[in-house]
C-alpha cells in the first residue's frame, strides 16, 4: 500500500462524532470551501485536531456567544446599536496577492456562533478566473449569516479588508439589477479591532500587529506561521503553476497535473489557510481580551490607552473611572517623575474638566505641577483655572510664572490684574 | 486637460497658474498629474484640484486602472481639455481613442458626462480627428473654431533654392551652411530668430557655427547685441529638462535671440516673441511648415520666414513651385480606433476596470455597436484574456485579476532605457540618447555635441545604458555608416515549401505578409570636418544590431512588360529598376497609410531583392547603392511594407488584405497626380531626375502587378 493512500485512509477516523473537521463542502471550478465547525469555550485543537489552528494555538478557543455580544458592547460604547444576543459578530478576514488596485483576494474565512458552536468558513480561489464565482459565494454565504445586530468583526477591515471587497464587488460586477457592483454587507455594522487595540496598547507593545496581540495579550505565540509577504507571493506561484485547479481539486487522483505541482505548493497553501483560521478563530478572543483590558488595564499606560478610547466612544465616566484609581494610587513624588503618570492625571483632568468638576481638576493640575515643576500645559491649565474660575489672578501669576515657557502675554495681563487688586 | 508630453504640461500649468492666481473669490487649484509628481502632491491633485494637467500615459496607467482613487474627480468632471490635437494621429492617436473611451465609459460609470474642447495646430480635418478620438457621433459636429482673433502683422516668406555648385551632379550648397549664412544675417540686425532644424545633429552643428561666427565678430569689434555668448543657443530632445527649461526661459526674456532648434520646440511650449523663423531644409509636411513658420510674429510687429531648402528631391520639388506650400490644404490627420490591434487590449483594460455586463453593451463604446462589442468581448473570452460569467443578457465579462493589463500595453510603442551621457572627470549627466539612436551618436570615438561643445565618447556601456564622454576641442564631427537588412517570415511561404519536399527550384511566392525581420548594423563611422564637411578619416564600431520584429506584407516587382516587342528602357539597368521599385512601393505606402487611416510614419517600406525568407539587404538609393545592392537588385526585387512599431498594430497585413484595390489606387495616385513627370508625393525620391525613373515604367509595373494578381485570383 503506498503511503499516501495510507494517510488518505487517516484522516476522517480522528474527527470526532459530531465535528466535521475542514470538511470540503463545495466550490467548483477553481475555487474551493471548506467549513469547520468547533464547541465554543472549548480549545479548538483539541476539538479539531492538530491542522484546525496554527501551533502555538493550543490552548485557543472561541468565546461563548455572550461573552463576545458583551465585548462588543464595551468596546462600542453606550451609544451603539443593540448587539445580536446569539450571533453578535460574524468575523471576516481575507489574504490577498500583494497590494494596488490589481490585488486578488484569494483567500476568505467568515466565523460566527451559531447554536452554542463556532463555525468557520474558509474559501481559497485556485485560478484568477474564477474570481467572480467565488467572491459570490463569500458574499452570498456572508448575506446569510448576518443578523439585525450582527457585526463585521476585523482587524484592520476598515481599512483594508472591506474596501478591496467592495472594489473587486464593482468591478467584477457582483450582484444584479440596480445594485449590481455593490454588495450591500459589506456596508454592514462594522467593528474594526484595530482602533480599539492600538488606542490600549500603543505605548505598552512595540507594534499593534495581530501577531504582538496575540502573543502579548492572549499569550499564544503562533509558531511556524506564515507572513504577509509569504502569502503575497503565494497566489503568484499558484497562477504560475500550470493546471493547478485540477491538481487542487482531486489530490488522490494520479494524473499529469500532480505531476507538475510544486512540491512545496500545497503545503504552503495549507500554511497559508492555517494563518487565515488562525487570524479568524482568534479574533472573539482577541475582542474580549481588549474589552477587558477597557476595564481593568494591566498598567498605567493601558489605562490612558483605554480611557482614551473610552472617551472616544462617549464613556468619559468609564474612563474616568478607569483612571482615577491609578493615579490616584500612584501620586507618590517618586512616581510623579514618571511621564505616563503625568500623563493620566493630565487625561483625568482633562476629563474632569470637560465634566464641570473643574476643582477636581485644578486638584489634579496642581499636582502635576508639585510633581513635575514648570511642565508647560500643567501650569498653564492651572493658571488658567485660578485666573478665570477661582478668580485669584495673584495666584495664577505665580503659577504661571513658574513655567518652563511662560506666555508673555499671559503674564502682562495676570500682572495688570494683580496690581489692579 | 491632456497634454501630448510632460514638458508641454508643465509649461502650460505654470501659466494656468498665474491666470487662476488673478482670479477673485474661490482658489483655483491646478495640479499636474504626470510621471514626475510626487506621491503627495497626488493625493493633492485627487482631493483638491480643479484643473490637473496630464498626459494620454498617465491616464493610460495611472489613473483609469486605478479609478477607485479619482473617484470624486471623474464624478465631477465637467471638460476634457485635449491639447495639441494633432498629434494624436496614426496608431498613437488609435491608443488614445481608445483611452479616452475608457475614461468617458468610467465617467457614465461615475455619473458624468464631460464636455470635450480640443485645440490643434494646422491640418485639414481637425473636426474629424476631434469626433473619431473622442468617439462623438457623426450627428453631432463640434463647434470649430478655425479662424485666428489675435492681431497679427504683415508676413513674409522667403524659399531660399541654394546655388549649384556642382552643375554635373546638380548638386547644391549645403543647406546648412546657407543657413548659417542667413542666420549671421539676422544676427548682425538684432531680429530674434529661431532656426528649425530637421534633426539632432544638425542643431549642435548650427549651434557651433552660429556661435563661432558670433564670436568671429566680437574678436572683429562688431559685434551687435545678439553676438553675446549666451544669446546663442540650441535646443532639442535629449538635453535634460534643467536645461531646456532655462533655454525656454532666455528666449521669453529675451536673452537668448538665436536659437536653434529640432521639432521640440514646434508644439505650444511658451517661448515669448520671436520675429523671425528660419527652417534649414523642408520639414517634410505642409502642417509642419505652417506651424514652424508660425512661431515668428508677435502681435503687430512683421514676421519674417525663411525656408532653406537642400538638395533632396522633395526640397527640390518645393524649390520648383514655392506654392505647392499654400496652394494646398494642409495634411490629414488619421486615427482607425477600431483598429482590433488596438482596440482589444483596450477593451481588456476596460473590463479590468469594470466589468463589462451583457445586458448594458449599447452605446458604452463608441464606434461599435452592442454586436461589435459583445463579438469582441467574445474574441478576447476565447482567447483566455477575460472571463465570462454567463450567457446573452446575464453575461458579464470580466478580466483576471492579478496584473493590471494596462501594464502590458504600450501606446507609444515599447520603449527601450535611454542612454545617460555622463561627463568625466566631473560625472555630470549632460543628455540622454534615445536607444535606437545610441549606435549612432555613442559609439566610442564618436563626437557628440551640446549647444556646440564638443565632447568624445570614451567609454560606452551597453547594459547600464551609459556613455562617459570627456572635452575635447575637436575640429571634427562623426557621422555613423548603417546597414539594414531584412526578411520576411510568411507561414504560407514555409508550408507551400514544405508541401513540395525534394522540388529543387521553389517558385517564390509573388506577395504574401508575415513576420518581418529588421536588422540594423552599424559597421563604422565617418570624421567630417566642420565648415567645409570634407570627410577626414574613418573609424569601425563594434556593437550590438538592433533589431525590429514586426508585422510585414511583400510583393514581388515584376519586370515592366515590353512595349510593341522592344523592353522599355533600363529595363535591364538594376538601379533604375530599383528606383522603379521604390516609387511603387512609396506610392503603396501612402496609400495604404490612407486608406488604414493611419500616419504614414506607422508604416515603412523598404526595398529588398531574393527569395523573401532569406536576409537581403536594404537597397537605398540616397547615396550610391552599394555593389552589393546592386547585385541583388539585378535579381528580382521585392518591396517589404511593414509596421514601424515593434510588433505590428497588423496594419501591413491589412494593407496587403486590401489585394487589388490598394495597388489600384496606388496607380491612380501615381497617374492622376498633377505633376510634369513624377513628384515626391506621388513617386517619392525615385522622382529625382537622377535615377532617369518615367511616371510610365511605374504605372507600368503597377499594371503588371495587378495582372499577376489577377491570374492568380482566378487560377485560385
Given at each position: 500500500?503506498?503511503?499516501r493512500d495510507?494517510?488518505?485512509?487517516r484522516?476522517?477516523?480522528?474527527?470526532?462524532?459530531?465535528?466535521?473537521?475542514?470538511?470540503?463542502?463545495?466550490?467548483?471550478q477553481?475555487?474551493?470551501?471548506?467549513?469547520?465547525?468547533?464547541p465554543?469555550?472549548?480549545?479548538?485543537?483539541?476539538?479539531?485536531?492538530?491542522?484546525?489552528?496554527?501551533?502555538?494555538?493550543?490552548?485557543?478557543?472561541?468565546?461563548d456567544?455572550?461573552?463576545?455580544?458583551?465585548?462588543v458592547?464595551?468596546?462600542?460604547?453606550?451609544?451603539?446599536?443593540?448587539?445580536?444576543?446569539?450571533?453578535?459578530?460574524?468575523?471576516?478576514?481575507i489574504?490577498?496577492?500583494?497590494?494596488?488596485?490589481?490585488?486578488?483576494?484569494?483567500?476568505?474565512?467568515l466565523?460566527?456562533?451559531?447554536?452554542?458552536?463556532?463555525?468557520?468558513?474558509?474559501?481559497?480561489?485556485?485560478?484568477?478566473?474564477?474570481?467572480?464565482?467565488?467572491?459570490?459565494?463569500v458574499?452570498?454565504?456572508l448575506?446569510?449569516?448576518?443578523?439585525?445586530?450582527?457585526?463585521?468583526?476585523?482587524?484592520?477591515?476598515?481599512?483594508?479588508?472591506?474596501p478591496r471587497?467592495?472594489?473587486?464587488?464593482?468591478?467584477?460586477?457582483?450582484?444584479?439589477?440596480?445594485?449590481?457592483?455593490?454588495?450591500?454587507?459589506?456596508?454592514?455594522?462594522?467593528?474594526?479591532?484595530?482602533?480599539?487595540?492600538?488606542?490600549?496598547?500603543?505605548?505598552?507593545?512595540?507594534?499593534?500587529?495581530?501577531?504582538?496581540?496575540?502573543?502579548?495579550?492572549?499569550?499564544h505565540?503562533?509558531?511556524?506561521?506564515?507572513s504577509g509577504?509569504?502569502?503575497?507571493?503565494?497566489?503568484?506561484?499558484?497562477?504560475?503553476?500550470?493546471?493547478?485547479?485540477?491538481?487542487?481539486?482531486?489530490p488522490?487522483?494520479?494524473?499529469?497535473?500532480?505531476?507538475?505541482?510544486?512540491?512545496?505548493?500545497?503545503?504552503?497553501?495549507?500554511a497559508?489557510?492555517?494563518?487565515?483560521?488562525?487570524?479568524?478563530?482568534?479574533?472573539?478572543s482577541?475582542?474580549?481580551?481588549?474589552?477587558?483590558?477597557?476595564?481593568?488595564?494591566?498598567?498605567?499606560?493601558?489605562?490612558?490607552?483605554?480611557?482614551?478610547?473610552?472617551?472616544?466612544?462617549?464613556?468619559?465616566?468609564?474612563?474616568?473611572?478607569?483612571?482615577?484609581?491609578l493615579?490616584?494610587?500612584?501620586?507618590?513624588?517618586s512616581?510623579?517623575?514618571?511621564?505616563?503618570?503625568?500623563?493620566?492625571?493630565?487625561?483625568?483632568?482633562?476629563?474632569?474638566?470637560?465634566?464641570?468638576?473643574?476643582?477636581?481638576?485644578?486638584?489634579?493640575?496642581?499636582?502635576?505641577?508639585?510633581?513635575?515643576?514648570?511642565?508647560?500645559?500643567?501650569?498653564?491649565?492651572?493658571?488658567?483655572?485660578?485666573?478665570?474660575?477661582?478668580?485669584?489672578?495673584?495666584?495664577?501669576?505665580?503659577?504661571?510664572?513658574?513655567?518652563?515657557?511662560?506666555?508673555s502675554?499671559r503674564?502682562?495681563?495676570?500682572?495688570?490684574?494683580?496690581?489692579?487688586l | 486637460?491632456?497634454?501630448?508630453?510632460?514638458?508641454?504640461?508643465?509649461?502650460?500649468?505654470?501659466?494656468l497658474?498665474?491666470?487662476?492666481?488673478?482670479?477673485?473669490?474661490?482658489?483655483?487649484?491646478?495640479?499636474?498629474?504626470?510621471?514626475?509628481?510626487?506621491?503627495?502632491?497626488?493625493?493633492?491633485?485627487?482631493?483638491?484640484?480643479?484643473?490637473?494637467?496630464?498626459?494620454?500615459?498617465m491616464?493610460?496607467?495611472?489613473?483609469?486602472p486605478?479609478?477607485?482613487?479619482?473617484?470624486?474627480?471623474?464624478?465631477?468632471?465637467?471638460?476634457?481639455?485635449?491639447?495639441?490635437?494633432?498629434?494624436?494621429?496614426?496608431?498613437?492617436?488609435?491608443?488614445?481613442?481608445?483611452?479616452?473611451?475608457?475614461?468617458?465609459?468610467?465617467?457614465?460609470?461615475?455619473?458624468?458626462?464631460?464636455t470635450?474642447?480640443?485645440?490643434?495646430?494646422?491640418?485639414?480635418?481637425?473636426?474629424?480627428?476631434?469626433?473619431?478620438?473622442?468617439?462623438?457621433?457623426?450627428?453631432?459636429?463640434?463647434?470649430?473654431?478655425?479662424?485666428?482673433g489675435?492681431?497679427?502683422?504683415?508676413?513674409?516668406t522667403?524659399?531660399?533654392?541654394?546655388?549649384?555648385?556642382?552643375?554635373?551632379?546638380?548638386?547644391?550648397?549645403?543647406?546648412?551652411?546657407?543657413?548659417r549664412?542667413?542666420?549671421?544675417?539676422?544676427?548682425?540686425?538684432?531680429?530674434?530668430?529661431?532656426?528649425?532644424?530637421?534633426?539632432?545633429?544638425?542643431?549642435?552643428?548650427?549651434?557651433?557655427?552660429?556661435?563661432d561666427?558670433?564670436?568671429?565678430?566680437?574678436?572683429?569689434g562688431?559685434?551687435g547685441?545678439?553676438?553675446?555668448?549666451?544669446?546663442?543657443?540650441?535646443?532639442?530632445?535629449?538635453?535634460?529638462?534643467?536645461?531646456?527649461?532655462?533655454?525656454?526661459?532666455?528666449?521669453?526674456?529675451?536673452?537668448?535671440?538665436?536659437?536653434?532648434?529640432?521639432?521640440?520646440?514646434?508644439?505650444?511650449?511658451?517661448?515669448?516673441?520671436?520675429?523671425?523663423?528660419?527652417?534649414?531644409?523642408y520639414?517634410?509636411?505642409?502642417?509642419?511648415?505652417?506651424?514652424?513658420?508660425?512661431?515668428?510674429?508677435?502681435?503687430?510687429?512683421?514676421?519674417?520666414?525663411?525656408?532653406?531648402?537642400?538638395?533632396?528631391?522633395?526640397?527640390?520639388?518645393?524649390?520648383?513651385?514655392?506654392?505647392?506650400?499654400?496652394?494646398?490644404?494642409?495634411e490629414?490627420?488619421?486615427?482607425?480606433?477600431?483598429?482590433?490591434?488596438?482596440?482589444?487590449?483596450?477593451?481588456?483594460?476596460?473590463?479590468?476596470?469594470?466589468?463589462?455586463?451583457?445586458?448594458?453593451?449599447?452605446?458604452?463604446?463608441?464606434?461599435?455597436?452592442?454586436?461589435?462589442?459583445?463579438?469582441?468581448?467574445?474574441?478576447?473570452?476565447?482567447?483566455?484574456?477575460?472571463?465570462?460569467?454567463?450567457?446573452?443578457?446575464?453575461?458579464?465579462?470580466?478580466?483576471?485579476?492579478?496584473?493590471?493589463?494596462?501594464a502590458?500595453?504600450?501606446?507609444?510603442?515599447?520603449?527601450?532605457e535611454?542612454?545617460a551621457?555622463?561627463?568625466?572627470?566631473?560625472?555630470d549627466i549632460?543628455?540622454?540618447?534615445?536607444?535606437?539612436?545610441?549606435?549612432?551618436?555613442?559609439?566610442?570615438?564618436?563626437?557628440?555635441?551640446?549647444?556646440?561643445?564638443?565632447?568624445?565618447?570614451?567609454?560606452?556601456?551597453w547594459?547600464?545604458?551609459?556613455?562617459?564622454?570627456?572635452?575635447?576641442?575637436?575640429?571634427?564631427?562623426?557621422?555613423?555608416?548603417?546597414?539594414?537588412?531584412?526578411?520576411?517570415?510568411?507561414?504560407?511561404?514555409?508550408?507551400?515549401?514544405?508541401?513540395?519536399?525534394?522540388?529543387?527550384?521553389?517558385?517564390?511566392?509573388?506577395?504574401?505578409?508575415?513576420l518581418?525581420?529588421?536588422?540594423?548594423?552599424?559597421?563604422?563611422?565617418?570624421?567630417?570636418?566642420?565648415?567645409?564637411h570634407?570627410?577626414?578619416?574613418?573609424?569601425?564600431?563594434?556593437?550590438?544590431d538592433?533589431?525590429?520584429?514586426?508585422?510585414?506584407?511583400?510583393?514581388?516587382?515584376?519586370?515592366?512588360?515590353?512595349?510593341?516587342?522592344?523592353?522599355?528602357?533600363?529595363a535591364?539597368?538594376?538601379?533604375?529598376?530599383?528606383?522603379?521599385?521604390?516609387?511603387?512601393?512609396?506610392?503603396?505606402?501612402?496609400?495604404?497609410?490612407?486608406?488604414?487611416?493611419?500616419?504614414?510614419?506607422?508604416?515603412?517600406?523598404?526595398?529588398?531583392?531574393?527569395?523573401?525568407?532569406?536576409?537581403g539587404?536594404?537597397?537605398?538609393?540616397?547615396?550610391k547603392?552599394?555593389?552589393?545592392?546592386?547585385?541583388?537588385?539585378?535579381?528580382?526585387?521585392?518591396?517589404?511594407?511593414?509596421?514601424?512599431?515593434?510588433?505590428?498594430?497588423?496594419?501591413?497585413?491589412?494593407?496587403?488584405?486590401?489585394?487589388?484595390?490598394?495597388?489600384?489606387?496606388?496607380?491612380?495616385?501615381?497617374?492622376?497626380?498633377?505633376?510634369?513627370?513624377?513628384?515626391?508625393?506621388?513617386?517619392?525620391?525615385?522622382?529625382?531626375?537622377?535615377?532617369?525613373?518615367?511616371?510610365?515604367?511605374?504605372?507600368?509595373?503597377?499594371?503588371?502587378?495587378?495582372?499577376?494578381?489577377?491570374?492568380?485570383?482566378?487560377?485560385?
Open positions: 500500500m503506498r503511503l495510507r494517510l488518505g485512509a484522516g476522517p477516523s480522528n474527527t470526532k462524532a459530531n465535528t466535521s473537521v475542514g470538511a470540503r463542502t463545495g466550490g467548483g477553481g475555487w474551493e470551501q471548506t467549513r469547520w465547525t468547533a465554543v469555550e472549548t480549545p479548538l485543537m483539541g476539538a479539531l485536531g492538530p491542522h484546525a489552528v496554527p501551533r502555538g494555538m493550543e490552548t485557543l478557543f472561541v468565546p456567544a455572550a461573552s463576545v455580544a458583551a465585548a458592547r464595551a468596546l462600542e460604547g453606550p451609544a451603539a446599536d443593540p448587539v445580536h444576543a446569539s450571533r453578535p459578530v460574524v468575523v471576516l478576514d489574504e490577498t496577492s500583494g497590494l494596488g488596485a490589481s490585488l486578488v483576494p484569494y483567500m476568505a474565512a466565523a460566527w456562533h451559531e447554536r452554542g458552536r463556532v463555525h468557520l468558513m474558509q474559501w481559497t480561489l485556485h485560478s484568477p478566473g474564477a474570481e467572480r464565482v467565488f467572491l459570490a459565494d458574499f452570498s454565504c448575506e446569510g449569516v448576518l443578523q439585525p445586530g450582527t457585526r463585521l468583526l476585523s482587524y484592520n477591515g476598515k481599512s483594508f479588508d472591506l471587497l467592495r472594489t473587486r464587488a464593482q468591478r467584477l460586477a457582483l450582484g444584479d439589477g440596480a445594485s449590481r457592483g455593490t454588495v450591500p454587507s459589506l456596508f454592514a455594522a462594522h467593528l474594526d479591532l484595530v482602533l480599539a487595540t492600538r488606542r490600549v496598547f500603543k505605548a505598552a507593545l512595540p507594534n499593534c500587529r495581530l501577531g504582538t496581540i496575540e502573543s502579548e495579550v492572549l499569550g505565540r503562533r509558531r511556524g506561521d506564515m509577504m509569504e502569502i503575497a507571493e503565494l497566489w503568484e506561484r499558484m497562477v504560475a503553476t500550470p493546471r493547478l485547479a485540477e491538481a487542487l481539486a482531486d488522490g487522483a494520479d494524473t499529469a497535473a500532480q505531476d507538475a505541482l510544486d512540491p512545496f505548493l500545497r503545503d504552503d497553501l495549507a497559508a489557510q492555517l494563518h487565515n483560521r488562525g487570524d479568524v478563530f482568534g479574533l472573539c482577541v475582542a474580549t481580551a481588549v474589552a477587558k483590558r477597557l476595564e481593568q488595564p494591566a498598567s498605567l499606560s493601558e489605562a490612558m490607552g483605554a480611557a482614551t478610547h473610552l472617551r472616544q466612544i462617549d464613556a468619559a465616566d468609564a474612563a474616568t473611572e478607569v483612571l482615577q484609581p493615579v490616584d494610587g500612584s501620586g507618590s513624588p512616581r510623579g517623575r514618571e511621564r505616563g503618570w503625568v500623563d493620566a492625571a493630565l487625561l483625568l483632568a482633562d476629563l474632569h474638566r470637560t465634566a464641570d468638576r473643574h476643582e477636581a481638576a485644578a486638584g489634579l493640575w496642581r499636582r502635576v505641577c508639585d510633581a513635575s515643576v514648570g511642565h508647560v500645559r500643567a501650569h498653564e491649565a492651572l493658571a488658567k483655572h485660578l485666573e478665570h474660575r477661582a478668580g485669584r489672578p495673584d495666584l495664577a501669576l505665580e503659577v504661571a510664572k513658574a513655567s518652563l515657557a511662560p506666555c502675554r503674564l502682562a495681563r495676570l500682572e495688570k490684574k494683580t496690581a489692579a | 486637460m491632456m497634454f501630448p508630453t510632460k514638458a508641454l504640461g508643465r509649461d502650460q500649468v505654470e501659466a497658474r498665474t491666470m487662476a492666481s488673478g482670479i477673485e473669490g474661490t482658489p483655483v487649484g491646478v495640479a499636474v498629474y504626470d510621471g514626475d509628481t510626487p506621491p503627495d502632491e497626488r493625493r493633492a491633485a485627487r482631493r483638491k484640484a480643479h484643473v490637473i494637467a496630464t498626459n494620454p500615459d491616464l493610460h496607467r495611472g489613473m483609469l486605478h479609478h477607485e482613487g479619482w473617484a470624486s474627480v471623474l464624478a465631477g468632471l465637467r471638460y476634457v481639455v485635449l491639447d495639441e490635437l494633432h498629434t494624436y494621429r496614426g496608431v498613437f492617436g488609435a491608443h488614445v481613442a481608445n483611452v479616452l473611451r475608457r475614461l468617458l465609459r468610467l465617467c457614465s460609470h461615475y455619473g458624468s458626462s464631460p470635450f474642447v480640443a485645440s490643434s495646430a494646422t491640418i485639414a480635418n481637425p473636426d474629424e480627428l476631434f469626433m473619431r478620438l473622442t468617439g462623438r457621433p457623426a450627428s453631432r459636429p463640434p463647434e470649430l473654431l478655425d479662424a485666428s489675435a492681431p497679427s502683422g504683415a508676413r513674409t522667403i524659399v531660399l533654392n541654394p546655388k549649384v555648385v556642382d552643375p554635373l551632379t546638380g548638386v547644391r550648397r549645403d543647406a546648412v551652411k546657407v543657413t549664412a542667413v542666420s549671421t544675417v539676422l544676427r548682425e540686425a538684432a531680429v530674434p530668430t529661431l532656426v528649425f532644424c530637421r534633426t539632432r545633429k544638425a542643431v549642435e552643428l548650427l549651434t557651433r557655427y552660429m556661435q561666427d558670433a564670436r568671429d565678430d566680437r574678436r572683429a562688431k559685434a547685441k545678439g553676438s553675446s555668448p549666451s544669446a546663442i543657443r540650441g535646443y532639442r530632445g535629449g538635453y535634460l529638462p534643467d536645461r531646456r527649461r532655462e533655454v525656454e526661459s532666455a528666449l521669453r526674456t529675451g536673452e537668448a535671440t538665436l536659437v536653434a532648434a529640432t521639432n521640440a520646440l514646434e508644439l505650444g511650449i511658451d517661448i515669448g516673441g520671436i520675429d523671425a523663423v528660419i527652417l534649414s531644409g520639414p517634410g509636411t505642409r502642417a509642419a511648415t505652417v506651424q514652424r513658420l508660425g512661431r515668428a510674429g508677435r502681435r503687430q510687429s512683421p514676421a519674417l520666414g525663411v525656408v532653406c531648402l537642400n538638395s533632396s528631391p522633395l526640397d527640390q520639388f518645393v524649390a520648383a513651385d514655392a506654392s505647392f506650400l499654400w496652394g494646398k490644404p494642409p490629414h490627420a488619421r486615427v482607425d480606433p477600431d483598429n482590433p490591434d488596438v482596440l482589444l487590449p483596450h477593451l481588456r483594460c476596460a473590463a479590468h476596470e469594470q466589468a463589462f455586463v451583457g445586458s448594458d453593451l449599447d452605446n458604452v463604446w463608441s464606434g461599435l455597436s452592442g454586436d461589435d462589442l459583445r463579438d469582441g468581448l467574445e474574441y478576447l473570452t476565447e482567447h483566455g484574456a477575460l472571463v465570462r460569467a454567463g450567457e446573452g443578457d446575464t453575461a458579464v465579462y470580466t478580466a483576471q485579476g492579478g496584473e493590471d493589463p494596462s502590458g500595453v504600450e501606446i507609444r510603442g515599447p520603449i527601450e535611454n542612454f551621457v555622463i561627463d568625466q572627470p566631473t560625472g549632460l543628455a540622454e540618447v534615445d536607444f535606437e539612436d545610441a549606435p549612432l551618436y555613442l559609439h566610442p570615438g564618436a563626437i557628440y555635441t551640446v549647444e556646440g561643445r564638443t565632447h568624445e565618447v570614451v567609454d560606452l556601456q547594459e547600464p545604458r551609459k556613455a562617459y564622454v570627456r572635452h575635447v576641442e575637436a575640429d571634427y564631427y562623426t557621422e555613423a555608416i548603417s546597414n539594414t537588412n531584412v526578411r520576411v517570415i510568411d507561414p504560407e511561404l514555409d508550408s507551400a515549401e514544405s508541401a513540395n519536399p525534394g522540388t529543387e527550384t521553389v517558385q517564390a511566392p509573388r506577395a504574401g505578409q508575415g518581418a525581420h529588421l536588422m540594423r548594423q552599424v559597421p563604422g563611422f565617418k570624421k567630417i570636418r566642420f565648415g567645409t570634407e570627410n577626414i578619416g574613418f573609424g569601425p564600431i563594434a556593437l550590438p538592433l533589431e525590429l520584429h514586426t508585422v510585414a506584407a511583400y510583393w514581388a516587382v515584376p519586370d515592366p512588360p515590353p512595349v510593341d516587342g522592344e523592353d522599355s528602357p533600363g535591364h539597368d538594376p538601379v533604375q529598376r530599383a528606383a522603379t521599385a521604390l516609387a511603387v512601393a512609396h506610392a503603396l505606402r501612402h496609400v495604404a497609410a490612407m486608406v488604414l487611416m493611419c500616419d504614414t510614419g506607422d508604416l515603412g517600406h523598404v526595398l529588398t531583392a531574393g527569395h523573401p525568407g532569406s536576409w539587404p536594404v537597397i537605398k538609393l540616397s547615396r547603392p552599394s555593389p552589393d545592392a546592386v547585385l541583388h537588385a539585378a535579381s528580382q526585387p521585392y518591396i517589404v511594407l511593414y509596421d514601424r512599431n515593434p510588433g505590428g498594430a497588423g496594419l501591413a497585413g491589412a494593407a496587403h488584405d486590401l489585394g487589388l484595390s490598394l495597388l489600384e489606387r496606388a496607380q491612380t495616385v501615381v497617374s492622376s497626380c498633377g505633376c510634369e513627370q513624377g513628384c515626391p508625393t506621388c513617386m517619392g525620391a525615385s522622382s529625382d531626375e537622377a535615377w532617369e525613373v518615367s511616371r510610365g515604367a511605374v504605372v507600368s509595373v503597377f499594371e503588371a502587378m495587378r495582372a499577376r494578381l489577377v491570374s492568380e485570383q482566378a487560377r485560385a
